[in-house]
């Protein structure tokens, strides 16, 4: 049979069965190794920059990433889960997944696409982001000192250092509340998102969680919608633009008054 | 370097030595002939190399042969041999849901899975409008398409 022609530059390939080896093998080639994890993003900048890598580490052989478990009142999700069942698994705790993840890429992509890969690349307009960011999510990590833990807030303001491993989520269990995502999509299938909202309505609390452009999401939270939407406001000079600052005021609204419908 | 994969295609199994670069639509294509998954942007974009690998729909465009070691995978190739395809085929036909054909195999493969998945627990009509999104079509403007996978699925149009 024709085998597909080698690049003399074809990187290295590992599948490393540890978060620990997979971090070690990263820190061997340095900038020149990347992990491969859904590959919806990696594999298309592979074939742009051909002489770029030169070695692949794919997370997929990683037993541990790939879990979904309750542990006492959090949820853990392995990094290598990937978007789509994350959002089936998730449905029942936070029925509002189903929503706000349909809107990730299309179908295709979300079957490949991942937790961990979706944080470590931290697009401002990601409704992984906005999701975790809506329910205290915190992010575990495996690095060149060992494992730690982040909350997801920190993790979209400063970049993972290169070699950092995403190896899960844990999330807490929310108690009940009523919640609704909205977002304001450019017209064609997978156009870039102008601005999402996840709105979470409590007894006593409300928050709502934003994204717009090319800022990081933010949750504002007050004790009712109104508080919630003035805390917005006042934060009006985090968005480039006034257009930009209009879709995000508009997507809290939408989603604030179908949580409180 | 060259990743040894073992994977099933179609029902066959496939043993080969893959560049660890390799795109599994290149391998599909190129190394076992299977020309019916089509390759029209190449960047993950338009869904029309869309395959069946372990019963998703996937880009095969975004899927690295050596990603696939383990893995079955379905082509149009295979989907044309299964038990959903004679309906399949009548859909498309009665509601006209093709024209040039070149992303025809990537919405075959699509509805195929959403039936398989539609068999075992009903699908809102917001998920079956989600995934037929995910393919692009440049000749029908998509009703004929979405009313032949509704009408695949028992829906109204």
């Given at each position: 049979?024709?085998?597909?022609?080698?690049?003399?530059?074809?990187?290295?390939?590992?599948?490393?069965?540890?978060?620990?080896?997979?971090?070690?093998?990263?820190?061997?080639?340095?900038?020149?190794?990347?992990?491969?994890?859904?590959?919806?993003?990696?594999?298309?900048?592979?074939?742009?920059?051909?002489?770029?890598?030169?070695?692949?580490?794919?997370?997929?052989?990683?037993?541990?990433?790939?879990?979904?478990?309750?542990?006492?009142?959090?949820?853990?999700?392995?990094?290598?889960?990937?978007?789509?069942?994350?959002?089936?698994?998730?449905?029942?705790?936070?029925?509002?997944?189903?929503?706000?993840?349909?809107?990730?890429?299309?179908?295709?992509?979300?079957?490949?696409?991942?937790?961990?890969?979706?944080?470590?690349?931290?697009?401002?307009?990601?409704?992984?982001?906005?999701?975790?960011?809506?329910?205290?999510?915190?992010?575990?990590?495996?690095?060149?000192?060992?494992?730690?833990?982040?909350?997801?807030?920190?993790?979209?303001?400063?970049?993972?250092?290169?070699?950092?491993?995403?190896?899960?989520?844990?999330?807490?269990?929310?108690?009940?509340?009523?919640?609704?995502?909205?977002?304001?999509?450019?017209?064609?299938?997978?156009?870039?998102?102008?601005?999402?909202?996840?709105?979470?309505?409590?007894?006593?609390k409300t928050s709502v969680t934003v994204s717009g452009g090319v800022t990081q999401p933010?949750?504002?939270?007050?004790?009712?919608?109104?508080?919630?939407?003035?805390?917005?406001?006042?934060?009006?000079?985090?968005?480039?633009?006034?257009?930009?600052?209009?879709?995000?005021?508009?997507?809290?609204?939408?989603?604030?008054?179908?949580?409180?419908? | 370097?060259?990743?040894?994969?073992?994977?099933?295609?179609?029902?066959?199994?496939?043993?080969?030595?893959?560049?660890?670069?390799?795109?599994?639509?290149?391998?599909?294509?190129?190394?076992?002939?299977?020309?019916?998954?089509?390759?029209?942007?190449?960047?993950?974009?338009?869904?029309?190399?869309?395959?069946?690998?372990d019963g998703e729909a996937v880009r095969s465009c975004l899927t690295l042969a050596a990603?696939?070691?383990?893995?079955?995978?379905?082509?149009?190739?295979?989907?044309?041999?299964?038990?959903?395809?004679?309906?399949?085929?009548?859909?498309?036909?009665?509601?006209?849901?093709?024209?040039?054909?070149?992303?025809?195999?990537?919405?075959?493969?699509?509805?195929?899975?959403?039936?398989?998945?539609?068999?075992?627990?009903?699908?809102?009509?917001?998920?079956?409008?989600?995934?037929?999104?995910?393919?692009?079509?440049?000749?029908?403007?998509?009703?004929?398409?979405?009313?032949?996978?509704?009408?695949?699925?028992?829906?109204?149009?």
């Open positions: 049979m024709a085998v597909p022609a080698a690049s003399p530059h074809e990187p290295s390939y590992h599948t490393p069965t540890t978060a620990r080896e997979a971090a070690a093998l990263l820190a061997r080639h340095g900038a020149r190794g990347r992990f491969l994890a859904g590959g919806q993003t990696l594999i298309p900048e592979l074939c742009r920059a051909p002489r770029a890598l030169d070695a692949i580490v794919d997370l997929r052989n990683i037993p541990e990433f790939g879990r979904i478990q309750r542990v006492g009142d959090h949820i853990e999700v392995g990094a290598m889960v990937t978007i789509s069942a994350a959002r089936r698994a998730l449905a029942a705790d936070f029925p509002v997944i189903d929503t706000c993840f349909r809107h990730t890429a299309n179908s295709a992509v979300r079957n490949r696409a991942t937790l961990g890969g979706s944080i470590a690349l931290a697009d401002p307009a990601s409704e992984i982001s906005t999701f975790l960011l809506a329910y205290d999510a915190e992010v575990l990590l495996e690095g060149a000192g060992g494992g730690r833990t982040v909350a997801i807030r920190a993790l979209l303001h400063v970049p993972l250092t290169h070699g950092t491993l995403v190896t899960g989520v844990r999330i807490p269990v929310p108690a009940r509340d009523r919640a609704s995502f909205t977002e304001f999509l450019r017209r064609r299938s997978g156009g870039r998102s102008l601005a999402m909202a996840l709105a979470r309505i409590a007894p006593g933010v949750c504002l939270s007050g004790t009712s919608p109104s508080e919630a939407l003035a805390a917005l406001d006042a934060r009006r000079a985090d968005f480039e633009s006034d257009a930009v600052r209009a879709w995000v005021v508009a997507a809290a609204r939408r989603a604030l008054a179908e949580a409180g419908a | 370097m060259s990743v040894p994969i073992a994977c099933a295609v179609n029902g066959r199994d496939v043993a080969a030595n893959v560049p660890a670069t390799a795109r599994l639509s290149d391998f599909l294509r190129d190394t076992l002939g299977l020309k019916g998954t089509h390759v029209a942007c190449g960047d993950g974009v338009c869904g029309n190399c869309t395959v069946i690998v990603q696939c070691d383990g893995r079955a995978i379905e082509t149009v190739e295979g989907v044309a041999e299964a038990d959903v395809f004679p309906a399949i085929r009548a859909a498309f036909l009665r509601h006209n849901a093709l024209q040039c054909g070149y992303c025809t195999p990537g919405f075959v493969t699509t509805i195929a899975a959403m039936m398989r998945d539609n068999a075992r627990e009903a699908l809102t009509d917001a998920e079956i409008g989600s995934r037929i999104s995910s393919v692009a079509c440049r000749c029908t403007g998509y009703v004929s398409i979405v009313a032949a996978a509704r009408a695949l699925l028992g829906r109204s149009e």
